[in-house]
């Protein structure tokens, strides 16, 4: 106010305060060190995440679509995704925008994967997520599929042979896989992280807990050092077959994760990201809905939540959704939670910004849908779709190629067609369904059918677990055609990898249970009650086969009524079953081996669904393995396997007695 | 005379219009915030106890749904939260093209609707118990009951703990 009315006076005030601050100010920078001191800024960096590929080599089915939204609309839109080529050219754009990159991923990469990718032991899925740039990701539940020592050909760590175990059954690429030059396979260019999987042997985890990229520094900005922690869920070996971690123990995620991320810290990253196999959901109806609305994940919240102020970000996986999320750690510090979706859906873009002191001080993240439809004409605004990476086009055109050799591998011999039996008489016209394919009867026992069901139980009881099986079912519509030769009409003839593969294309895993007789006949029954008698339509009321094993019998009376509700149904003659000619004992417990679909109650089947405790189930194998392993005594025409009479279910007519074998599309029907 | 018919015309066009609003508001009467708390309540019930389903076993998501939605027995309801709940978590799996979540996801908006139109409870309000775009949820809603979903012609696969759909025969339900 003294210098109100004097602009003089004030001037001379205003420039000696200026003074006095400029010399305050140097004496600071004096004390602190010197002008070298003075921090210089930091880069931002960006992270590229996706989890769940599962081998997707080729976008999935195309009748499928995504619900995109149009940026700054409400409206939206269906389109065409997925496809590895077409991910890999949005991970280049996307790294693109950034001096600063890093290709990460959270899981699942390989495992449950399509057929060409599967059948190559899935190095055609490592080499291009390796040529993607992929650098470092964690393990997923599926990682373990194929057991430790695959997992770890995969990664290239385990030494000598990088090719996949001779199996000498079957469909060899190169030499037992081995897709690269001179028959090698170098294994995975990305380091896989497992920071709570320790092998009980060695007590130490079975890959690196951390990864640490450092970033150079360029155009005055100092490049951030980002620390990685990777691992997937405590209860993975719950949902794989457990010889594929036998030796393994799965500690919790918090405490593995905080133990690491306050190493990383000590080491002096600026940033903690943990790559994490498990995840939450949202209630979100389009792809790329940043909100997170009606998030929904109580594994992932209460690991979040445990964690420490150490910990910047999470890249998750598992649930196969896409969403940003923000989810309370144990500060109540909101943390960021992407998923990306899966298959080649869509890649998440993370850009991590950081303060003076290098300390992370924003977190934006996005999610972009692979598109890879060219021929929707009516795109939303912002929204395009991408053309495919060249390279990988012609890369997984030749994968295409080399799996579809595999396929005309010849693994054995048969005298005659063994039949999944066409369509009887009994069926008026091609509707309803059951009659319309021209080449199978679901409602029926069939040859293929009961050679499927030796197989596996073949399979389960050469595994070497405890307690294999004694009892192997196989329902009608998990055997898909007649196996035929390659040479037919002409038999003896061979079959191919791919012939078998035909027949039994699900690749379920195989699973020996505990269920009571009573329990089997509850479950024989539901081939007849609801819902399956109404989900096929067939003359008299049958429902879905289900076809045993050798050894395993019994009788249907088709007098009994069909289509009762699920538990009511009456048409199994209990008496008449049988495990090699001894009565089965409703009170007594079987080991029963049937697919994970079964069990899981697929087809209509719930009587499957035994309550784990008393079901003991154990996972061994799959299904198509089961089948080609059964033909190593049929490999040559001199030892060709003869298809068996499908007579080991027996139909009562109308009148009591047994239908011939051939004529229960008709026999005993009203 | 002709002005006379034309007043009447217009005044039963008028009529008509006013007729249909106040059936509409009669129609797609308010919630109550007891009923809204108990169908946003039994929304989250069926999204804790089914939407982990959809990973595996898309299937096994819808039976657990129904098997929901049988529970609630003659609660029109709750019934109605259980059914759309079903539509909105199907759909939230479509949108990143799990095969079969747009069947499952078709035969619980024509579950919800049936109850939705007896309780007379309009889109918005039906949408706003369930978090989300409601603008979006209820255009696709809208164009799904327009062009609804071929019958799936897919089955699951489950190979060491994890399922897809596989193509299936035209005959496999």
């Avoid at chain 1, 899925?125 to 997992?151: A, I, P, R, W, Y």
């Avoid at chain 1, 096929?536 to 094993?549: D, Q, T, W």
């Avoid at chain 1, 079987?590 to 035994?610: E, H, I, K, M």
């Amino acid at each position: 106010m003294v210098y109100k009315n004097n602009p003089a006076s004030g001037f001379k005030v205003a420039r000696a305060i200026t003074l006095s601050a400029m010399a305050i100010a140097a004496a600071l920078v004096t004390a602190c060190g010197g002008a070298n001191s003075v921090p210089t800024p930091f880069a931002s960096a960006r992270i590229v995440a996706f989890n769940d590929v599962h081998g997707n080599l080729a976008p999935t089915d195309s009748k499928q679509t995504s619900s995109i939204i149009a940026p700054g609309t409400s409206t939206a839109t269906t389109v065409q995704s997925g496809g590895l080529a077409y991910m890999a050219t949005i991970v280049n754009n996307l790294r693109a925008g950034s001096t600063n990159s890093i290709v990460v991923a959270a899981g699942d990469n390989i495992g449950a994967s399509p057929y060409t990718s599967n059948i190559a032991h899935d190095e055609p899925t490592v080499d291009l997520l390796s040529q993607m740039g992929l650098e470092v990701s964690s393990v997923g539940n599926h990682e373990f599929d194929k057991g430790l020592t695959e997992l770890q050909r995969i990664q290239g760590s385990n030494g000598t042979s990088t090719c996949y175990p001779a199996s000498g059954n079957f469909g060899v690429i190169g030499k037992d896989t081995c897709l690269e030059a001179n028959n090698t396979f170098a294994g995975a260019k990305w380091t896989y992280l497992a920071a709570n999987v320790v092998n009980t042997a060695t007590n130490q985890t079975i890959f690196p807990s951390t990864y640490v990229k450092s970033f150079p520094s360029v155009g005055g900005l100092r490049g951030p050092t980002i620390g990685f922690i990777g691992l997937t869920f405590q209860a993975t070996p719950t949902e794989v077959n457990p010889a594929g971690v036998a030796g393994l123990t799965f500690g919790d995620e918090a405490t593995a994760i905080n133990i690491a991320a306050a190493s990383l810290k000590k080491q002096g990253v600026n940033a903690v990201v943990v790559l994490i196999h498990q995840g939450g959901s949202t209630t979100a109806t389009t792809y790329g809905d940043a909100t997170c609305p009606g998030f929904s994940g109580p594994e992932i919240t209460a690991i979040v939540g445990q964690l420490t102020n150490d910990v910047d970000m999470i890249v998750s996986g598992h649930t196969h959704q896409d969403y940003i999320c923000k989810l309370p750690n144990a500060s109540k510090k909101m943390i960021t939670v992407t998923q990306s979706g899966f298959y080649t859906t869509g890649v998440t873009s993370i850009d991590l910004s950081f303060d003076a002191n290098g300390n992370v001080n924003g977190v934006l993240a996005a999610n972009t849908p692979v598109i890879n439809d060219t021929n929707t004409t009516a795109y939303p605004a912002g929204v395009t779709a991408v053309t495919p990476k060249a390279s990988f086009v012609t890369s997984i055109n030749s994968y295409a190629s080399l799996s579809s050799a595999a396929g005309s591998a010849v693994v054995g011999y048969i005298t005659a067609p063994v039949t999944i039996q066409a369509p009887q008489a009994g069926c008026a016209t091609a509707i309803p369904a059951t009659c319309d394919s021209g080449s199978r009867n679901k409602t029926v026992e069939t040859a293929m059918g009961d050679l499927s069901a030796d197989s596996q139980l073949a399979a389960m009881q050469a595994s070497g677990i405890a307690l294999p099986g004694q009892i192997s079912l196989i329902q009608a519509g998990g055997v898909r055609t007649t196996l035929k030769s390659t040479t037919d009409p002409t038999y003896p003839g061979q079959i191919t990898y791919a012939g078998l593969f035909a027949t039994n294309p699900f690749h379920d895993t195989l699973v020996a249970m505990n269920m009571t007789g009573a329990q089997i006949k509850s479950v024989l029954e539901q081939q007849w009650e609801l819902p399956n008698k109404t989900a096929f339509y067939a003359p008299g009321g049958v429902g879905e086969m289900l076809m045993p094993s050798a050894g395993f019998t019994y009788t249907w009376d088709s007098r009994q009524p069909s289509g009762q509700p699920t538990g009511t149904g009456n048409r199994v003659v209990a008496s008449s079953m049988m495990l090699n000619g001894v009565p089965i004992n409703l009170n007594s417990t079987y080991r029963v081996v049937v697919s994970t679909f079964l069990a899981n109650g697929g087809d209509n089947f719930p009587g499957f669904v035994v309550p784990k405790a008393a079901a003991n189930p154990v996972q061994a194998g799959f299904d198509i393995d089961a089948l080609v392993s059964y033909f190593t005594t049929h490999l040559t025409s001199g030892t060709a396997y003869t298809p068996v009479a499908a007579n080991r279910v027996t139909k009562l007519d109308t009148n009591g007695n047994a239908c011939v074998t051939g004529t229960w599309a008709t026999c005993g029907n009203p | 005379m002709a002005p006379y018919i034309e007043f009447m015309k217009f005044s039963f066009t008028l009529i008509f219009l006013i007729g249909m609003v106040a059936m509409r508001c009669v129609l797609a009467a308010e919630l109550t915030a007891s009923d809204r708390e108990k169908l946003e309540a039994t929304a989250r019930l069926t999204q804790s106890q089914c939407i982990h389903y959809m990973v595996n076993d898309p299937s096994l998501y819808a039976q657990c749904v129904r098997n929901l939605r049988k529970k609630q027995g003659s609660n029109t309801l709750t019934g109605l939260a259980v059914d759309y709940f079903g539509y909105v978590g199907a759909m939230s799996y479509m949108r990143v093209k799990t095969i079969g979540a747009d069947t499952i996801a078709a035969e619980f908006l024509k579950n919800f609707r049936l109850e939705q139109k007896k309780l007379h409870i309009s889109d918005g309000d039906l949408c706003s118990t369930v978090p989300g775009n409601c603008v979006v949820r209820i255009a696709q809603t809208l164009a799904m009951e327009k062009e609804p979903p071929k019958t799936m012609v897919k089955r699951v696969v489950c190979a060491g703990g994890s399922c897809r759909f596989i193509e299936q025969l035209p005959e496999k339900k």
